[in-house]
């Protein structure tokens, strides 16, 4: 009896190490794979953290254990090089600042919650938010998830921003336009001149996607920054959105049917994010001007669609910030979904993922020079 359990355990723990590695190895090729080839493999990239962490618990053990074993989990785990530092920032010296610079921020704001049932509640969070922004008084301001009613409107928002900024230089595009003016959509303000502004248009737009890209290029002094606000393919759950009614609700589903929605919704924005990342990732290639591109990507960094924008340009999260950073803070685990990249040629510092949750993601923050 006690040779067949001596036998058992270690044979399961090796099994679980077995399958824990292979998990990770296919978070690896995550990145370079399109979701439309291995219907599965995204989902590793989602779970990387939590893959990884199994990791090196097991790699403790079997350490500890003093077996061969543990030769095999630390070669896995150091195959992932540089693909670790995507989630970890380790920047222990900030770049020297330049005199041409400007703060960007950027933010998912939720609507400014207009939709809450308690309109005071929700007017308090909008509150909030402007002086939140007014505190942090940026220069370049992109928000995802804005709302704007046209006058006469008992919920005002884009005069606020226009007096945080103190200029009238905007970029707006509402992906969607609901009864009485109300606008939904993404936003660009910015304190210096917008020579030209733009969108990059996503395939199949229709009145249930809120998804849109649009860019400004912005002069400051002799230079031209070409600044993109990107809202890329969310998962659409129904308890996540209030625009829209898709008859489906996840409370009337059984608990398979419920994992196979969420799944299928998964999928689905998977192969969207991946198409709207490459027609962003192309039009970016072309800029004249040193390019920011900011916004809300709703796909980690071990993914398909972060690594159209990591080829070329640089993380400033990974450039100049520490630590594992967090931007998505709803009920769905995901991480760092929110990015500030930028052109090689510019430099970035001061990084901040903010603390204020008056959304389900925090905004970010950075300083960027030519």
Not at 24 to 30: K, N, Q, S
Not at 237 to 254: A, H, I, M, R
Not at 345 to 364: C, G, M, N, V
Request: hydrophobic fraction near 40%; include cysteine.
């Amino acid at each position: 009896m006690d040779k067949k359990r001596n036998f058992g355990i270690p044979f399961i723990f090796k099994t679980i190490t077995f399958f824990s590695l292979l998990a990770l190895l296919l978070c690896y090729i995550c990145p370079y794979i399109h979701p439309e080839t291995i219907f599965i493999l995204p989902f590793f990239g989602l779970a990387y953290p939590i893959i990884l962490a199994v990791n090196l618990v097991i790699l403790v053990i079997w350490s500890l254990f003093r077996s061969k074993w543990a030769i095999y989990s630390l070669l896995v785990i150091l195959i992932g090089g540089k693909l670790h530092f995507r989630a970890i920032a380790v920047n222990l010296w900030q770049s020297s600042k330049k005199e041409n610079e400007l703060k960007i921020v950027t933010y998912n704001v939720r609507l400014f919650d207009v939709y809450n049932p308690d309109k005071e509640a929700g007017k308090n969070v909008r509150d909030r938010i402007f002086s939140f922004l007014r505190k942090e008084n940026p220069d370049v301001l992109c928000l995802q998830e804005f709302y704007r009613q046209d006058q006469p409107t008992s919920f005002p928002t884009i005069d606020s921003i226009f007096s945080i900024m103190g200029t009238h230089n905007y970029h707006e595009r509402s992906a969607h336009t609901r009864r009485a003016n109300q606008n939904f959509g993404v936003a660009l303000f910015s304190k210096y001149p917008m020579i030209a502004r733009g969108d990059v248009m996503f395939d199949a737009q229709s009145r249930t996607d809120y998804n849109y890209c649009i860019y400004a290029d912005i002069v400051k002094n002799q230079d031209t920054f070409r600044v993109y606000n990107v809202h890329f393919q969310s998962i659409r759950l129904q308890s996540e959105y209030y625009l829209v009614d898709n008859g489906d609700p996840l409370s009337n589903l059984t608990e398979q049917s419920t994992i196979i929605y969420i799944l299928k919704k998964l999928h689905v924005a998977y192969l969207k994010r991946a198409d709207q990342a490459r027609r962003v990732a192309e039009h970016v290639n072309t800029s004249p001007y040193p390019s920011i591109v900011c916004g809300d990507f709703n796909d980690t960094p071990l993914s398909y669609t972060y690594n159209q924008f990591n080829r070329k340009l640089t993380d400033a999260f990974r450039n100049t910030s520490f630590g594992i950073g967090t931007t998505y803070i709803g009920k769905l685990p995901a991480g760092r979904i929110d990015y500030i990249f930028h052109s090689p040629e510019l430099t970035s510092y001061d990084f901040k993922i903010q603390e204020e949750e008056l959304s389900d993601h925090r905004a970010i923050s950075c300083t960027i020079a030519k």
